[in-house]
């Protein structure tokens, strides 16, 4: 069997465990040949001996992206990957190249495919042009089955009428565990255990203003042919002002704790009508939006708990039952699990 050639940038959480789940899988013909992370670089045409891949990383030489990019393309390999686990934008920059080179790109970033609509459209361009694999699946939902269902739906005619997602790990494991009957716990104690477990940034507020989600619901608005821009999606701000502007982390927590009752009472609100508090992403009618909404126990979102991912899809042929897609959407197994799936798709 001919090995399929992997050249891996980012060995951060998910690449590493990415690397972890390859050296498991014994059955496939998968070979490590070029390695990068923030410091230094490493080839090897034989392949990288991943039991102790950290430490030859490590004598590597300096890290150089346009160079790790040149050298890729010229060891000429057959059944090339470029895997990117960085978040990076500058790599963004060569992806146009790496994929003129007939060198697939396998990535978890979401730089590419949520800056201008001209990258998005160019890349997919290439794609197309050069019958090279461009997949971006762990864009949304890590190890869900996401994008490539909606590009199906798409590609086989069906009309998408309107989307309705929670793609938020994290604002899902706050709003769940904050609406819950039984959980008499503030807000800003809630987030704080949401950071204290690793659910959120070590700065939350990079969490709750929306952001990240929205970047996600852009890149799913552009699969199903929206031409838009990240400023067109509309996203309710969670946190005051105040909140936004606090000098340090222990500041914002302290400041979180002064709106603590406004957040109470909506949920009150919310409790009194049978409802729970949902923070949604919709897409309808050609716009975008973000914001915290009650629904009630026939919403399939009702129900949510932990940090689960969940999206709700209505077309043309799925009208009265939407198709909907929930699980586990963030943390470093499913989305490096979700990686391995897209090479493995590749493989075949």
């Known amino acids: 069997m001919t090995n399929t050639n992997i050249f891996l940038v980012g060995t951060g959480l998910i690449g590493s465990t990415l690397l972890s789940q390859i050296q498991e899988q014994r059955g496939l013909a998968l070979r490590i040949v070029g390695l990068a992370n923030i ?13 102790n891949w950290e430490q030859k990383l490590k004598r590597g ?18 059944g090339s990957i470029f895997i990117d686990c960085t978040a990076s934008e500058d790599i963004v920059s060569l992806y146009p190249q790496i994929l003129k080179a007939d060198i697939a790109i396998i990535t ?88 204290k477990r690793g659910y959120t940034e070590p700065d939350p507020r990079n969490d709750l203003n929306g952001m990240d989600f929205a970047r996600k619901m852009l890149i799913l608005g552009r699969e199903i042919g929206l031409p838009m821009e990240l400023g067109q999606v509309k996203v309710e701000q ?29 949920k009150i609100r919310a409790q009194k009508k049978n409802k729970v508090l949902r923070y949604i992403g919709k897409l309808s009618n050609g716009h975008a939006s973000i914001s915290l909404e009650e629904v009630d126990v026939y919403h399939p979102f009702f129900s ?40 493995i798709r590749i493989m075949k």
């Open 238 to 266: 969670l946190l005051p002002r105040e909140c936004m502007k606090a000098k340090s982390i222990t500041e914002f927590f302290t400041t979180l704790a002064k709106f603590d009752k406004n957040f109470e009472q909506r």
């Open 61 to 78: 030489r300096p890290v150089d992206l346009k160079s790790f990019v040149h050298q890729m393309i010229k060891m000429n390999l057959p």
């Open 39 to 51: 410091d230094t670089m490493l080839f090897d045409r034989g392949g990288i001996v991943l039991e």
């Open 108 to 195: 978890p970033n979401k730089k590419a495919n949520s800056g201008p609509l001209k990258t998005f459209k160019k890349l997919r361009e290439l794609s197309k042009t050069n019958n090279t694999p461009f997949i971006y699946e762990a864009n949304v939902g890590a190890g869900l089955p996401i994008i490539h269902s909606l590009q199906g739906l798409v590609k086989s005619g069906d009309k998408v009428k309107e989307i309705e997602a929670i793609l938020s790990g994290t604002l899902s494991y706050i709003f769940n565990t904050f609406s819950n009957g039984k959980n008499s716990n503030s807000f800003s104690s809630i987030v704080k255990d949401a950071q």
């Open 304 to 343: 949510m708990s932990g940090s689960d991912n969940i999206i709700s899809i209505k077309t043309k042929r799925y009208n009265f039952t939407p198709l909907v897609i929930k699980g586990p959407g963030a943390g470093a197994e499913v989305t490096a699990g979700g990686l391995l799936a897209s090479i």
